[in-house]
């Protein structure tokens, strides 16, 4: 079954640096990726997905991922965090009947100090 | 518009109780989750639904039972609360779509339920 294995439990950045949140898929006939952003004491929100066509896919906040079939994964950048990055981030891909199922990675943490 | 909300935000249980996490939306979505979310596990569906009058299991469903008897309402129920069931609820939402289309997975969450079970 489709899955997602997310690396890195927390990433503490200081702010205007670039940062990386890796994302690995298990291999599928077809792949939809997404990630989710969780903010302190909130529910999670859509940052950016990717379905097909393009492998660069641009989300909101300035974020980015790249899709990367020959290394089966879906890493998460932006090139200058602010302190308001600071949240939880989650990969997530489709499974079951339908594709309707969205199963979520353990998350990363991105800590952004000054 | 309101969302996906649910109720109640925070309640402690004693060992054995019971009770129901309400959510309810007003976006016509057809299908509906309840996912739990603890520290370094991410979110774990619990159950699922792709319209009224239909429910699934997801991947943690013991010891939880739902029911969706409208579009817009789809109650958790813990029966027999035990402190391994103390985390944070979360209910979500989503349209029904095509797999692959650009509405598809897009989930909205509510706010979150946190349960403490003592």
């Known amino acids: 079954a489709q899955s997602v294995t997310q690396l890195d439990s927390q990433v503490p950045v200081f702010e205007e640096a670039p940062v990386e949140l890796r994302c690995n898929y298990s291999?599928?006939?077809?792949?939809?990726l997404f990630w989710y952003v969780q903010y302190p004491n909130q529910g999670l929100q859509l940052l950016l997905k990717?379905?097909?066509?393009?492998?660069l896919v641009k989300g909101i906040n300035g974020f980015e991922a790249e899709f990367n079939k020959s290394q089966t994964s879906f890493h998460l950048r932006k090139p200058s965090v602010h302190i308001s990055d600071t949240a939880e981030y989650f990969c997530?891909?489709?499974?079951?009947?339908?594709?309707?199922?969205?199963?979520f990675g353990t998350g990363t943490r991105l800590l952004v100090s000054p | 518009n309101a969302g996906v909300t649910q109720t109640p935000k925070f309640r402690i249980l004693k060992i054995g109780q019971s009770m129901t996490l309400q959510c309810t939306q007003d976006m016509n979505h057809n299908y509906m989750y309840w996912y739990r979310q603890d520290p370094g596990m991410g979110l774990k569906l619990i159950y699922y639904?792709?319209?009224?009058?239909?429910?699934d299991k997801g991947e943690v469903p013991n010891g939880y039972n739902v029911s969706r008897s409208t579009t817009e309402d789809f109650p958790l129920r813990l029966e027999l609360a035990a402190p391994s069931q103390t985390s944070v609820y979360f209910c979500?939402?989503?349209?029904?779509?095509?797999?692959?289309?650009?509405?598809?997975?897009?989930?909205?969450f509510g706010a979150g339920s946190r349960l403490t079970v003592l």
């Open positions: 639904s792709v319209g009224a009058g239909i429910t």
């Open positions: 979500a939402s989503s349209k029904t779509v095509l797999r692959g289309t650009s509405g598809a997975n897009v989930l909205t």
């Open positions: 997530a891909t489709p499974r079951g009947p339908g594709f309707q199922k969205l199963v």
């Open positions: 291999s599928s006939v077809s792949v939809y």
């Open positions: 990717y379905l097909s066509g393009s492998t």
